[in-house]
């Protein structure tokens, strides 16, 4: 059984760091792709990074180019996001997806399985 689990939200002030975890169970990391989605209120859900099974080949949103990071730990069967230089606009639900198909898509609905989400909230 696919299991999704999601940590590391929280409330940050503005230019600050967090990461955020995934951690996997019910697949190897190697055969599905990932992604993090967020949904801000009144938005719909936005795929801002993913990563392919096999390659590990990545991908990132315009608005989080350069500040997020997406990375996994094959070991741990974890996939991580690290976000650098938050802004208020970063306030979301984020939520860690999977795919039964190495290949990843910027697409939400293109994602099969879905954790619990974590909010991540961006404030002075």
């Known amino acids: 059984q696919v299991q999704l689990v999601e940590s590391g939200g929280g409330l940050v002030q503005p230019g600050g760091s967090l990461r955020l975890s995934c951690e996997a169970s019910?697949?190897?990391?190697?055969?599905?792709?990932l992604g993090w989605v967020r949904q801000a209120p009144g938005r719909e859900r936005e795929v801002i990074s993913c990563i392919s099974g096999r390659d590990g080949g990545t991908y990132y949103a315009d608005s989080v180019k350069g500040r997020f990071t997406i990375s996994r730990d094959n070991a741990k069967n974890t996939v991580y996001l690290q976000m650098n230089s938050l802004k208020p606009e970063d306030t979301a639900v984020y939520y860690c997806a999977a795919r039964g198909s190495v290949v990843a898509t910027t697409t939400p609905g293109g994602y099969n399985y879905w954790g619990q989400g974590t909010q991540v909230t961006v404030s002075s």
């Open positions: 019910g697949f190897t990391l190697d055969d599905y792709a």
